[in-house]
């Protein structure tokens, strides 16, 4: 997992996770207030959003019957995150169901 804590904070969702900038890199991360603020997984991408590298804590791994498993981290907050900030550079939106 990188450091994120020197880095400046682009924004803070006041929930769970947070934006931060160092040079062309952007960091997303989810920290829940219940894990004394320890992250989940950490996001690490440029500006141009060409890859993604998503950093994963022991949270999401898992051993079952001998196998180690990993939850899929690609869900519900960083999915919409990572569109949101795609679309947002493409004149693009995202719209709930019930809008």
Same mark, same amino acid.
């Given at each position: ?13 006041? /929930?769970?996770? =947070? ?11 989810? =920290? ?8 989940v997984w950490i996001t690490h991408f440029k ?9 994963? =804590? ?7 019957n001998g196998r180690v498993e990993l939850s899929?981290?690609? =869900?519900?907050?960083?999915? /919409? ?19």
């Amino acid at each position: 997992m990188p450091r994120i804590k020197h880095l400046t904070k682009l924004f803070d969702s006041g /929930q769970s996770w =947070s934006m931060f900038i160092h040079d062309d890199d952007y960091f997303l991360a989810l =920290s829940p207030p219940e894990l004394n603020e320890k992250e989940v997984w950490i996001t690490h991408f440029k500006h141009d959003l060409k890859r993604v590298t998503i950093y994963c =804590s022991e949270m999401l791994i898992r051993k079952i019957n001998g196998r180690v498993e990993l939850s899929n981290p690609f =869900s519900y907050p960083l999915d /919409q995150l990572i569109f949101m900030y795609l679309l947002s550079g493409r004149e693009g939106a995202i719209i709930h169901a019930a809008a």
